[in-house]
């Protein structure tokens, strides 16, 4: 792929300049992609509907053609565009949790070009509560097809900084609205399914789910299938994002899961024998496990506090790209209780860990 210049452009949270969004959605028109923020990580936009914008999608990632992508709206008008058929569910959760970081799979219209669906029946739809995201799709009066703006296979980014160490040189134009809000990507719940499923935990709860759909059930990852005991809501379910090595850190990520003190002191042991071995170790907590530690010879990093699971989705994909950045070989990392956003803390640190857990007792 050619070298291009990459400008990153500051827009505002709240109030977009409107000049920055009409140049951005022109871009979009006219089959360019373009960088922007969403509450959950950046998106690498391109105009859903035309297929040779999609492709640059492809490209600008390197991810391959078999990952289907979000299409991004702005009016829940544009769903009848999109799709051939709405459910009264759909239409519900709609109502209640959009704008915001619900994905819905449902059945694609013809209108919705292959290659964003992976050659799937089903497509991906999402209305994103971001600002500057709501002008941009509005402004280019398209929806936009947009994947998570890093490398195929590194961590989300949550920052115009991340995308740039990840895609200078390969995309034109960055709109940067600061950190994301939430942090971990959106909810993927397949209202195809039988029975409304959890393909990806995310932004919007489970919990909350049911508070709508009561029968909304989680898919147990293909990787996560043999590490954790099935509880009697899970079901096996295949589906294309679900990859074991969905996110490869660029140092080896070890995740240690149990009672809060089995995995302090498991973690601090492996913290110390790695470090007197010479080792750079990373290690990735919450502030309650700052004390336990301080002469452990590690980079400690805290995530934040242990019970407020936003606090650490928001912080976790940056505290995974600061510990790379910080030159350590390996990174020793607490898990945290599933309840909330914990569920999609607890699948992103599974998918960091390729799926391998310390079970610490
Ligand atoms: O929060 C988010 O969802 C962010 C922002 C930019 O909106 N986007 C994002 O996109 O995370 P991406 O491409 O990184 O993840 C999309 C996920 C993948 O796991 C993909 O396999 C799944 O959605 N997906 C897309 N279309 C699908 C379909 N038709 N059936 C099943 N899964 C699908
Ligand atoms: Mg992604």
Redesign the pocket.
Known sequence: MQDIHTEIVHVDFSHPESAIIERAAKMIREGDVVVFP????????ANALQPSAVERIFAAKG?PFS????V?IAEEQTLEQLTTSISASARKLAEVFWPG?L?M?LP?SPLVPLL???G?E???V?M?RHPV?LALIRAAGTPIA?????RFMHV?PTTAQHVYADLHGRVPLILDSGSCE?G???T?L?M?APVPTI??P??VSIEALRRVLPNVQLAVPKHAAHTESGTDDETQYA????MLT?YAPAVPLLLFDGPVAAMRSAMLAEAKRRSAQGERVGVLIADEDVPTFQESGAVVHSLGDATNPQQVATSLFASLRLLENAGVQVILCRNFDAAGLGLAIRDRLLKAAGGHVYECS
């Open positions: 969403t509450e959950t990580v950046y998106g690498l936009g991810r990952d289907p992508l979000i991004h970081p994905t799979i694609r964003v669906t992976a799937l089903t497509v991906a999402r994103p995201a947009a994947p998570s703006a890093n989300s939430v971990v990507e959106s993927v397949d195809c393909l990806r995310g932004g589906s294309p994002g679900q969905h």
